[in-house]
Protein backbone atom coordinates (compact mmCIF):
# COMPACT_ATOMS: atom_id res chain seq x y z
CA UNK A 1 0.00 0.00 0.00
CA UNK A 2 1.43 3.48 -1.11
CA UNK A 3 0.78 6.41 0.22
CA UNK A 4 -1.02 9.33 -1.21
CA UNK A 5 0.86 11.74 -3.26
CA UNK A 6 0.50 15.39 -2.69
CA UNK A 7 1.04 18.43 -5.28
CA UNK A 8 3.76 21.31 -5.04
CA UNK A 9 1.26 23.56 -4.29
CA UNK A 10 -0.85 21.41 -1.64
CA UNK A 11 1.75 21.06 0.25
CA UNK A 12 2.79 24.41 0.02
CA UNK A 13 -0.77 24.87 1.48
CA UNK A 14 -0.79 22.40 4.17
CA UNK A 15 2.96 24.03 5.60
CA UNK A 16 1.59 27.18 5.78
CA UNK A 17 -1.97 26.16 7.01
CA UNK A 18 0.29 24.52 9.92
CA UNK A 19 2.69 27.60 10.17
CA UNK A 20 -0.85 29.54 10.83
CA UNK A 21 -2.28 27.32 13.28
CA UNK A 22 1.13 26.76 15.04
CA UNK A 23 1.66 30.83 15.21
CA UNK A 24 -2.39 31.10 17.20
CA UNK A 25 -1.84 28.49 19.26
CA UNK A 26 1.75 30.27 20.86
CA UNK A 27 0.09 33.79 20.63
CA UNK A 28 -2.99 32.47 22.19
CA UNK A 29 -0.75 31.18 25.28
CA UNK A 30 1.05 34.16 25.47
CA UNK A 31 -1.91 35.85 26.03
CA UNK A 32 -3.66 32.87 28.84
CA UNK A 33 0.36 33.48 30.00
CA UNK A 34 0.56 36.92 30.98
CA UNK A 35 -1.77 39.96 31.28
CA UNK A 36 -1.29 42.67 28.92
CA UNK A 37 0.20 46.11 29.60
CA UNK A 38 -2.76 47.62 29.74
CA UNK A 39 -4.65 45.16 32.08
CA UNK A 40 -1.71 45.40 34.35
CA UNK A 41 -1.84 49.11 34.83
CA UNK A 42 -5.30 49.39 34.76
CA UNK A 43 -5.21 47.27 37.95
CA UNK A 44 -2.62 49.37 39.46
CA UNK A 45 -3.28 53.15 38.54
CA UNK A 46 -6.78 52.66 37.28
CA UNK A 47 -5.54 53.96 33.86
CA UNK A 48 -5.51 52.10 30.30
CA UNK A 49 -3.84 52.38 27.02
CA UNK A 50 -5.97 52.86 24.33
CA UNK A 51 -5.96 49.74 22.15
CA UNK A 52 -4.89 50.64 18.76
CA UNK A 53 -4.03 54.54 18.36
CA UNK A 54 -5.48 55.28 14.77
CA UNK A 55 -2.69 57.63 13.92
CA UNK A 56 0.11 57.96 16.72
CA UNK A 57 1.31 61.32 15.56
CA UNK A 58 -1.93 63.03 16.56
CA UNK A 59 -2.69 63.90 19.62
CA UNK A 60 -6.34 62.99 21.00
CA UNK A 61 -7.79 62.72 24.57
CA UNK A 62 -9.06 59.96 26.54
CA UNK A 63 -13.07 59.73 26.94
CA UNK A 64 -14.70 62.01 29.36
CA UNK A 65 -11.36 64.30 30.01
CA UNK A 66 -11.26 67.97 28.84
CA UNK A 67 -8.52 70.38 28.83
CA UNK A 68 -11.31 73.24 29.34
CA UNK A 69 -10.61 72.86 32.52
CA UNK A 70 -7.50 72.58 34.98
CA UNK A 71 -6.35 68.97 35.11
CA UNK A 72 -5.81 67.33 37.90
CA UNK A 73 -3.06 64.70 38.64
CA UNK A 74 -4.59 61.80 37.20
CA UNK A 75 -6.15 63.39 34.53
CA UNK A 76 -2.82 64.28 32.91
CA UNK A 77 -1.27 60.89 34.08
CA UNK A 78 -4.54 59.34 31.61
CA UNK A 79 -3.75 61.82 28.73
CA UNK A 80 0.10 60.79 29.06
CA UNK A 81 -0.84 57.11 28.86
CA UNK A 82 -2.98 57.85 26.13
CA UNK A 83 -0.33 59.58 23.62
CA UNK A 84 3.08 59.58 25.27
CA UNK A 85 5.48 58.72 22.11
CA UNK A 86 8.54 57.04 24.12
CA UNK A 87 6.06 54.59 25.83
CA UNK A 88 4.33 53.76 22.70
CA UNK A 89 7.73 52.84 20.71
CA UNK A 90 8.39 50.78 23.49
CA UNK A 91 5.37 48.75 23.10
CA UNK A 92 6.77 47.77 19.93
CA UNK A 93 9.20 45.85 21.76
CA UNK A 94 6.41 43.63 23.17
CA UNK A 95 5.34 42.47 18.89
CA UNK A 96 9.52 41.85 18.36
CA UNK A 97 9.39 39.40 21.51
CA UNK A 98 6.27 37.66 20.42
CA UNK A 99 7.75 37.24 17.11
CA UNK A 100 10.61 35.75 18.98
CA UNK A 101 8.17 33.64 20.36
CA UNK A 102 7.13 32.36 16.88
CA UNK A 103 10.26 31.59 15.37
CA UNK A 104 11.49 29.11 19.11
CA UNK A 105 8.26 27.32 18.29
CA UNK A 106 9.16 26.34 14.16
CA UNK A 107 11.11 23.31 13.64
CA UNK A 108 13.57 23.43 10.84
CA UNK A 109 13.19 22.01 7.70
CA UNK A 110 14.77 18.81 6.45
CA UNK A 111 17.58 18.71 4.72
CA UNK A 112 17.93 16.89 0.98
CA UNK A 113 20.85 16.32 -0.99
CA UNK A 114 21.04 14.22 -4.23
CA UNK A 115 23.32 12.58 -6.75
CA UNK A 116 22.39 12.77 -10.54
CA UNK A 117 22.71 10.03 -12.02
CA UNK A 118 25.19 11.36 -14.36
CA UNK A 119 27.01 8.32 -17.06
CA UNK A 120 27.71 5.22 -15.01
CA UNK A 121 26.98 6.89 -11.49
CA UNK A 122 23.76 6.00 -10.47
CA UNK A 123 20.86 8.13 -9.18
CA UNK A 124 20.94 8.84 -4.81
CA UNK A 125 19.49 10.73 -2.31
CA UNK A 126 19.74 11.33 1.24
CA UNK A 127 17.26 13.12 3.58
CA UNK A 128 17.95 14.28 7.18
CA UNK A 129 16.28 15.74 9.91
CA UNK A 130 17.61 17.05 12.82
CA UNK A 131 16.31 15.24 16.08
CA UNK A 132 17.22 18.20 18.63
CA UNK A 133 14.25 20.46 16.98
CA UNK A 134 11.89 17.77 18.67
CA UNK A 135 13.67 17.43 21.68
CA UNK A 136 14.83 21.41 22.19
CA UNK A 137 11.39 23.03 21.17
CA UNK A 138 9.75 22.63 24.56
CA UNK A 139 12.72 24.67 25.98
CA UNK A 140 12.88 27.09 23.65
CA UNK A 141 9.08 27.86 23.82
CA UNK A 142 9.23 28.15 27.06
CA UNK A 143 12.44 30.38 27.61
CA UNK A 144 10.70 33.02 24.72
CA UNK A 145 7.20 32.44 26.44
CA UNK A 146 8.74 33.96 29.62
CA UNK A 147 10.88 36.22 27.60
CA UNK A 148 7.62 37.63 26.37
CA UNK A 149 6.24 38.30 30.04
CA UNK A 150 9.27 39.95 31.14
CA UNK A 151 9.01 42.17 28.28
CA UNK A 152 5.60 42.97 28.93
CA UNK A 153 6.71 43.64 32.54
CA UNK A 154 9.24 45.68 31.58
CA UNK A 155 6.46 47.69 29.39
CA UNK A 156 4.47 48.23 32.65
CA UNK A 157 7.36 49.54 34.64
CA UNK A 158 7.69 51.93 31.77
CA UNK A 159 4.10 53.38 32.50
CA UNK A 160 4.59 53.30 36.24
CA UNK A 161 7.52 55.70 35.53
CA UNK A 162 5.67 57.87 33.07
CA UNK A 163 3.10 57.90 35.62
CA UNK A 164 5.38 59.06 38.36
CA UNK A 165 6.86 61.64 36.03
CA UNK A 166 3.83 63.01 34.81
CA UNK A 167 2.49 63.28 38.64
CA UNK A 168 5.45 65.56 38.99
CA UNK A 169 5.81 67.44 35.93
CA UNK A 170 1.62 68.24 37.01
CA UNK A 171 2.70 69.46 40.60
CA UNK A 172 5.53 71.19 39.37
CA UNK A 173 3.17 73.26 37.02
CA UNK A 174 0.59 73.69 39.64
CA UNK A 175 3.45 75.06 41.93
CA UNK A 176 5.05 77.48 39.66
CA UNK A 177 1.35 79.02 38.78
CA UNK A 178 0.47 79.34 41.94
CA UNK A 179 3.76 80.83 43.25
CA UNK A 180 3.86 82.86 39.99
CA UNK A 181 0.60 84.59 41.48
CA UNK A 182 1.78 84.64 45.47
CA UNK A 183 5.17 86.41 43.89
CA UNK A 184 3.48 89.37 41.96
CA UNK A 185 1.22 90.06 44.93
CA UNK A 186 4.81 90.15 46.75
CA UNK A 187 5.94 92.57 43.96
CA UNK A 188 3.01 94.50 44.19
CA UNK A 189 3.40 94.79 48.01
CA UNK A 190 6.90 95.46 47.84
CA UNK A 191 6.24 98.70 45.21
CA UNK A 192 3.62 99.98 47.30
CA UNK A 193 5.92 99.78 50.39
CA UNK A 194 8.77 101.82 48.09
CA UNK A 195 5.89 104.30 47.52
CA UNK A 196 5.12 104.40 50.86
CA UNK A 197 8.52 105.14 52.14
CA UNK A 198 9.44 108.02 49.39
CA UNK A 199 6.12 109.52 51.02
CA UNK A 200 6.88 109.67 54.06
CA UNK A 201 10.18 110.82 53.31
CA UNK A 202 8.77 113.79 51.40
CA UNK A 203 7.01 114.99 54.75
CA UNK A 204 9.96 114.32 56.54
CA UNK A 205 9.53 111.50 58.06
CA UNK A 206 11.58 108.84 56.49
CA UNK A 207 15.19 109.03 55.33
CA UNK A 208 16.32 108.31 51.63
CA UNK A 209 18.23 104.93 52.78
CA UNK A 210 14.54 103.92 53.43
CA UNK A 211 13.75 104.93 50.28
CA UNK A 212 16.63 103.77 48.42
CA UNK A 213 16.50 99.84 50.42
CA UNK A 214 12.56 99.89 49.51
CA UNK A 215 13.60 100.84 46.72
CA UNK A 216 15.76 98.05 45.56
CA UNK A 217 13.19 95.43 47.38
CA UNK A 218 10.51 96.48 45.00
CA UNK A 219 13.12 95.95 42.10
CA UNK A 220 14.06 92.69 43.31
CA UNK A 221 10.49 91.55 43.90
CA UNK A 222 9.35 92.19 40.50
CA UNK A 223 12.46 90.90 38.69
CA UNK A 224 11.82 87.40 41.10
CA UNK A 225 7.68 87.58 39.67
CA UNK A 226 9.04 87.96 35.76
CA UNK A 227 11.37 84.97 36.39
CA UNK A 228 8.10 82.66 37.81
CA UNK A 229 6.20 83.61 34.98
CA UNK A 230 8.68 81.82 32.99
CA UNK A 231 8.81 78.63 35.35
CA UNK A 232 5.27 78.31 34.06
CA UNK A 233 6.28 77.80 30.87
CA UNK A 234 8.90 75.67 31.44
CA UNK A 235 6.77 73.55 33.54
CA UNK A 236 3.58 73.40 31.18
CA UNK A 237 6.23 72.68 28.43
CA UNK A 238 7.08 69.91 30.00
CA UNK A 239 4.21 68.19 30.95
CA UNK A 240 2.97 68.72 27.30
CA UNK A 241 5.95 66.79 26.53
CA UNK A 242 4.89 64.04 29.25
CA UNK A 243 0.95 64.15 27.74
CA UNK A 244 2.37 64.05 24.26
CA UNK A 245 0.49 66.92 23.15
CA UNK A 246 1.62 67.46 19.34
CA UNK A 247 -0.24 69.42 16.81
CA UNK A 248 -2.36 71.36 19.10
CA UNK A 249 -1.59 74.97 21.11
CA UNK A 250 -3.91 74.40 23.41
CA UNK A 251 -3.42 75.62 27.45
CA UNK A 252 -2.24 73.38 29.73
CA UNK A 253 -3.54 74.44 33.23
CA UNK A 254 -2.72 72.45 36.99
CA UNK A 255 -4.95 71.53 39.89
CA UNK A 256 -4.00 70.04 42.76
CA UNK A 257 -5.97 68.35 45.84
CA UNK A 258 -4.84 68.40 49.52
CA UNK A 259 -2.48 66.35 50.58
CA UNK A 260 -1.74 66.79 53.73
CA UNK A 261 -4.83 64.20 54.83
CA UNK A 262 -3.37 61.14 53.41
CA UNK A 263 -2.39 58.69 55.44
CA UNK A 264 0.60 57.14 54.37
CA UNK A 265 1.05 53.30 55.55
CA UNK A 266 3.63 51.64 57.35
CA UNK A 267 7.30 50.46 55.81
CA UNK A 268 6.85 46.90 56.26
CA UNK A 269 3.26 47.13 54.73
CA UNK A 270 4.73 49.22 51.84
CA UNK A 271 7.78 47.24 51.31
CA UNK A 272 5.80 43.87 51.10
CA UNK A 273 3.30 45.77 48.67
CA UNK A 274 6.44 46.68 46.26
CA UNK A 275 7.60 42.63 46.27
CA UNK A 276 4.40 41.59 45.14
CA UNK A 277 3.90 44.72 42.86
CA UNK A 278 7.07 45.95 41.18
CA UNK A 279 7.15 45.06 37.48
CA UNK A 280 10.78 45.23 37.58
CA UNK A 281 11.29 43.11 40.63
CA UNK A 282 9.08 40.53 38.62
CA UNK A 283 11.31 40.72 35.19
CA UNK A 284 14.30 40.48 37.53
CA UNK A 285 12.82 36.81 38.61
CA UNK A 286 11.66 35.85 35.46
CA UNK A 287 14.96 36.86 33.76
CA UNK A 288 16.26 34.10 36.02
CA UNK A 289 13.76 31.42 34.78
CA UNK A 290 14.56 32.87 30.91
CA UNK A 291 18.16 32.17 31.72
CA UNK A 292 17.92 28.54 32.84
CA UNK A 293 15.74 27.75 30.52
CA UNK A 294 18.38 28.97 27.99
CA UNK A 295 20.89 26.99 29.74
CA UNK A 296 18.98 23.63 29.48
CA UNK A 297 18.00 24.43 25.86
CA UNK A 298 22.27 25.06 25.23
CA UNK A 299 23.19 21.45 26.68
CA UNK A 300 20.57 19.77 24.85
CA UNK A 301 21.96 21.09 21.54
CA UNK A 302 25.02 18.29 21.60
CA UNK A 303 21.61 16.40 20.40
CA UNK A 304 22.02 18.43 17.43
CA UNK A 305 25.60 16.21 16.42
CA UNK A 306 23.06 13.09 15.94
CA UNK A 307 20.43 13.52 13.13
CA UNK A 308 18.17 10.51 11.47
CA UNK A 309 18.80 9.86 7.55
CA UNK A 310 16.75 8.26 5.16
CA UNK A 311 19.03 6.80 2.13
CA UNK A 312 17.54 6.07 -1.31
CA UNK A 313 20.13 4.41 -4.04
CA UNK A 314 19.71 3.46 -7.20
CA UNK A 315 21.25 -0.18 -8.01
CA UNK A 316 22.22 -1.61 -11.43
CA UNK A 317 19.93 -3.74 -12.58
CA UNK A 318 17.90 -4.04 -9.21
CA UNK A 319 15.77 -0.93 -8.94
CA UNK A 320 16.66 1.46 -5.91
CA UNK A 321 16.86 0.11 -2.58
CA UNK A 322 16.23 2.94 0.46
CA UNK A 323 17.28 2.56 4.29
CA UNK A 324 17.78 4.42 7.58
CA UNK A 325 20.81 5.72 8.57
CA UNK A 326 22.60 8.43 10.85
CA UNK A 327 24.05 11.77 10.21
CA UNK A 328 26.35 12.80 12.78
CA UNK A 329 29.47 15.03 13.49
CA UNK A 330 32.45 13.74 15.61
CA UNK A 331 32.36 15.75 18.69
CA UNK A 332 36.18 16.04 18.97
CA UNK A 333 36.74 19.61 18.31
CA UNK A 334 33.69 20.97 20.15
CA UNK A 335 31.05 19.82 22.26
CA UNK A 336 29.25 23.51 22.51
CA UNK A 337 30.97 24.37 25.40
CA UNK A 338 31.57 28.10 25.14
CA UNK A 339 27.90 28.46 24.34
CA UNK A 340 27.31 26.45 27.41
CA UNK A 341 29.12 28.32 30.05
CA UNK A 342 27.91 31.37 28.66
CA UNK A 343 24.42 30.74 29.69
CA UNK A 344 26.07 29.56 33.09
CA UNK A 345 27.46 32.54 33.66
CA UNK A 346 24.03 34.27 32.26
CA UNK A 347 21.84 32.29 34.61
CA UNK A 348 24.18 33.10 38.03
CA UNK A 349 23.95 36.75 36.90
CA UNK A 350 20.76 36.78 36.19
CA UNK A 351 20.22 35.72 40.21
CA UNK A 352 22.80 38.22 41.02
CA UNK A 353 20.88 41.07 39.39
CA UNK A 354 17.40 39.85 41.52
CA UNK A 355 18.61 39.81 44.54
CA UNK A 356 20.30 43.30 43.87
CA UNK A 357 17.02 44.54 42.42
CA UNK A 358 15.26 43.35 45.37
CA UNK A 359 17.39 45.24 47.83
CA UNK A 360 17.30 48.68 45.52
CA UNK A 361 13.27 48.18 45.89
CA UNK A 362 13.63 47.93 49.35
CA UNK A 363 15.35 50.91 49.88
CA UNK A 364 13.68 52.99 47.51
CA UNK A 365 10.50 52.15 49.54
CA UNK A 366 11.84 53.72 52.37
CA UNK A 367 13.82 56.86 50.74
CA UNK A 368 10.07 57.66 49.23
CA UNK A 369 8.63 57.34 52.41
CA UNK A 370 10.63 59.10 55.00
CA UNK A 371 10.35 62.18 52.29
CA UNK A 372 6.51 62.07 52.04
CA UNK A 373 6.52 61.50 56.14
CA UNK A 374 9.29 64.69 56.09
CA UNK A 375 7.30 66.90 53.38
CA UNK A 376 3.80 66.11 55.01
CA UNK A 377 4.79 67.14 58.53
CA UNK A 378 6.37 70.47 57.29
CA UNK A 379 3.44 70.97 55.06
CA UNK A 380 1.01 70.32 58.22
CA UNK A 381 3.08 72.95 60.28
CA UNK A 382 2.66 75.22 57.96
CA UNK A 383 -1.19 74.97 57.38
CA UNK A 384 -2.33 74.22 60.90
CA UNK A 385 0.72 76.18 63.37
CA UNK A 386 2.06 78.75 60.91
CA UNK A 387 -0.49 80.21 58.78
CA UNK A 388 -3.30 80.66 61.47
CA UNK A 389 -1.58 82.87 63.48
CA UNK A 390 -0.25 84.96 60.70
CA UNK A 391 -3.51 85.77 59.46
CA UNK A 392 -5.14 86.27 62.39
CA UNK A 393 -1.92 89.46 63.07
CA UNK A 394 -3.02 90.18 59.48
CA UNK A 395 -6.47 90.69 60.88
CA UNK A 396 -5.45 92.34 63.65
CA UNK A 397 -3.23 94.78 61.91
CA UNK A 398 -5.69 95.68 59.36
CA UNK A 399 -8.53 96.26 62.05
CA UNK A 400 -5.86 98.64 64.27
CA UNK A 401 -4.85 100.62 60.67
CA UNK A 402 -8.82 101.47 60.93
CA UNK A 403 -8.93 102.26 64.53
CA UNK A 404 -5.92 104.80 63.55
CA UNK A 405 -3.44 102.43 66.34
CA UNK A 406 -1.33 100.91 63.38
CA UNK A 407 0.42 102.18 60.14
CA UNK A 408 -0.17 101.43 56.40
CA UNK A 409 3.45 100.09 56.71
CA UNK A 410 2.19 97.46 59.43
CA UNK A 411 -0.70 96.16 57.37
CA UNK A 412 2.17 95.80 54.09
CA UNK A 413 4.76 94.19 56.62
CA UNK A 414 1.96 91.32 58.27
CA UNK A 415 0.74 91.05 54.75
CA UNK A 416 4.20 90.13 53.24
CA UNK A 417 4.65 88.00 56.08
CA UNK A 418 1.63 86.21 54.76
CA UNK A 419 3.00 86.01 51.22
CA UNK A 420 6.54 84.38 52.47
CA UNK A 421 4.78 81.57 54.33
CA UNK A 422 2.14 80.92 51.46
CA UNK A 423 5.31 80.11 49.37
CA UNK A 424 6.92 78.23 51.25
CA UNK A 425 3.47 76.04 51.67
CA UNK A 426 3.72 75.70 48.22
CA UNK A 427 7.15 74.55 48.31
CA UNK A 428 6.20 71.92 50.94
CA UNK A 429 3.16 71.08 48.76
CA UNK A 430 4.97 70.22 45.57
CA UNK A 431 7.20 68.34 47.60
CA UNK A 432 5.16 66.15 49.63
CA UNK A 433 3.31 65.69 45.70
CA UNK A 434 6.67 64.78 44.33
CA UNK A 435 7.69 62.00 47.06
CA UNK A 436 3.95 60.77 46.86
CA UNK A 437 4.61 59.99 43.42
CA UNK A 438 7.94 58.24 43.94
CA UNK A 439 6.60 56.18 46.82
CA UNK A 440 3.62 55.24 44.19
CA UNK A 441 6.06 54.02 41.88
CA UNK A 442 8.45 52.43 44.29
CA UNK A 443 5.85 50.21 45.69
CA UNK A 444 4.25 49.81 41.68
CA UNK A 445 0.75 50.69 42.18
CA UNK A 446 -1.30 53.95 43.48
CA UNK A 447 -1.91 54.54 47.35
Known amino acids: MGFPKISKSGASRLGRAFASALTAILLAFVSLYGQSVSD ?30 ALSGRDAVAIALWNN ?25 PNFSTLLPVGPK ?74 FAKKRRDIGEGTGLTVALASADSQSAINTAESARGDIEVARARLRWLMGMRGTQRPVSASLGPLETLTIPAAESLIETA ?7 RG ?26 LSVKEISGAGTRSGPGINMEIPLL ?17 ISDYVAMKDRVELEVVEARERALAAQSSLRRLVELTRPPIEESVRIT ?8 ATRLDVFESTRRLNTTELAEIDARLALARALAELERAIGRSL
Not at 284 to 304: D, G, H, I
Open 40 to 69: QLRQRTGNVLPEAPSDPSRFTLPPGISLDT
Open 398 to 405: ERAYRGGD
Open 85 to 109: AELHRDLARLDVSRADLVEAGQFRN
Open 334 to 350: SRNGGRISRADAEATRA
Open 284 to 309: AELNVTVNAERAKWERSRVLALIAPA
Open 122 to 195: PFEFLLTWPVEELLSRRSRVKAATIDVEAVTTGLVQNGLNLIRDTLSAHAELWAAERRAGTLANTADLAARIAD
Open 275 to 281: LSNRPDL
